[in-house]
């Protein structure tokens, strides 16, 4: 699998230049990618209040999300991205994928809230899902939802080759780019690629270093502080090779009972 994350500079509450920067980048990388994933809350920023959020929140099938569809259509691109999802009178912190056929891959809300200010814009998700794309089986989480090792040994023991969790990561908190997510990677032997936001939004900072890395917790790629995008094949008979060299899975006592 070809696998492409974009790290932009966001455009707070403005949806129309938010699609503008990834289908700029989807038709770039037509043809040279299999997908292409973008960071949490792609479809309206992350750092506004609880009431602008659910006032700018869609459904599943809302204005976004048939634009996603369409670009991937066009360009042949399964493309991942995370939007404030309306649900009736409850908003969750999602995410969605469409492959480059048009059909949904996959829709995830998010299980773990890291704050008061997440806490009072959305719900919590209560189901951990995976799908199947490229040979891969795949898992998405959502920022802090990857920091748990729980969360990402569910999805292993769910079946996942690759868990893919977009972030919005702050600069303060860099060491959870650069040592935690290989870390996660490592210690179940799965592919993981971590999507964050470059540039600041309000009084936010981020931290950029998004980053691919692979079963054996080597980064396959890494992005820098600013609008990057950064790629990596990935080849799922890494995965065994993985497991074999450091047999966690197979050595651990206990088994996760994990929200399916």
């Known amino acids: 699998m070809r696998l492409a994350l974009l790290q932009p500079y966001s455009h707070p509450g403005d949806?129309?230049?938010?699609?503008?920067?990834?289908?700029?980048?989807?038709?770039?990388?037509?043809?040279?990618?299999?997908?292409?994933?973008?960071?949490?809350?792609?479809?309206?920023?992350?750092r506004l209040s609880a009431e602008k959020l659910q006032s700018l929140a869609e459904p599943i099938d809302g204005p976004f999300a048939r634009q996603a569809e369409a670009l991937a259509r066009e360009t042949g691109l399964a493309i991942l991205y995370g939007f404030p999802e309306?649900?009736?009178?409850?908003?969750?912190?999602?995410?969605?994928?469409?492959?480059?056929?048009?059909?949904?891959?996959?829709?995830?809300?998010?299980?773990?809230?890291?704050?008061?200010?997440?806490?009072?814009?959305?719900?919590?998700?209560?189901?951990?899902?995976?799908?199947?794309?490229g040979g891969f089986t795949v898992a998405p989480l959502i920022c802090y939802d990857v920091e748990f090792p729980e969360s990402v040994r569910a999805c292993v023991q769910a079946g996942a080759?690759?868990?893919?969790?977009?972030?919005?990561?702050?600069?303060?908190?860099?060491?959870?780019?650069?040592?935690?997510?290989?870390?996660?990677?490592?210690?179940?032997?799965?592919?993981?690629a971590y999507a964050n936001w470059a540039g600041s939004e309000a009084d936010w900072d981020y931290a950029g270093l998004s980053c691919i890395c692979g079963p054996d917790g080597q980064v396959l790629a890494r992005a820098g502080a600013d609008l990057q995008v950064i790629s990596a094949t990935l080849d799922k008979a890494e995965v065994p090779k993985a497991r074999a060299r450091l047999t966690y899975l197979r050595d651990a006592r206990f088994r996760l009972e994990g929200p399916f």
């Open 15 to 46: 949806s129309e230049r938010q699609f503008a920067t990834l289908a700029a980048r989807a038709r770039d990388l037509a043809g040279h990618a299999d997908l292409l994933v973008v960071p949490e809350l792609f479809m309206t920023g992350y």
């Open 161 to 192: 080759d690759l868990v893919i969790a977009p972030t919005a990561l702050r600069r303060h908190w860099s060491q959870i780019a650069q040592m935690m997510i290989p870390v996660r990677a490592l210690e179940s032997g799965v592919f993981v």
């Open 86 to 133: 309306r649900d009736g009178a409850a908003v969750y912190n999602s995410v969605q994928a469409f492959a480059g056929d048009g059909r949904r891959l996959v829709h995830y809300r998010k299980l773990h809230l890291p704050s008061d200010d997440e806490r009072a814009a959305f719900a919590t998700g209560d189901v951990l899902v995976t799908f199947s794309f």
